[in-house]
């Protein structure tokens, strides 16, 4: 009697993502630009043009921009080309227990965004309905990123669409 408990890992995490498997240009778009259009971003960029001049800001938006747009431009491709997700680069350029290092990395600046973004919802929402306990939104901020991750990139995807239009709009009105 044959045993079939094989599990089919439809992240990828252990090999190269095939090219039938491959995300599209438009959703790989959105999905990038939905991390782009992040509250704490928009926070941090209006700090920087409440303390620069007109000139100023403009400078530094194309500084930053051009930087981020080479090191994301680069990753991008290396990551195109290869299929290979930053863990398979990292266990590849560093080796197995050098690849730790960038892992870590990760975990812990995603983990400090994640905190950092549940509660710029959380917080400024709470003020707008005191009624609601602080808590509940930091809870249900919190699971609601979660279940993003753990349903993939389809997730990412329909959220980025829904996310990206609403905060141009929103963004535009305010």
Known sequence: MKNDNTSVDIDFAEAAVPHYARRGIVTMFMIMLGFTFFSASMWVGKELADGLDFGGFIISMIIGGLILSLYTGL??????????????????????????LPSLLLAVTQTGWFGVGVAMFAVPVSKLFPEVPLWILVWGAGLLMTSTAYFGIRALAWLSAVAVPAIIILGCMS
């Open 75 to 100: 990753l991008g491709y290396v990551g195109a080309e290869t299929g290979m997700s930053l863990d398979l680069l990292a266990r590849k350029a560093f080796g197995s227990k050098g690849s730790y």
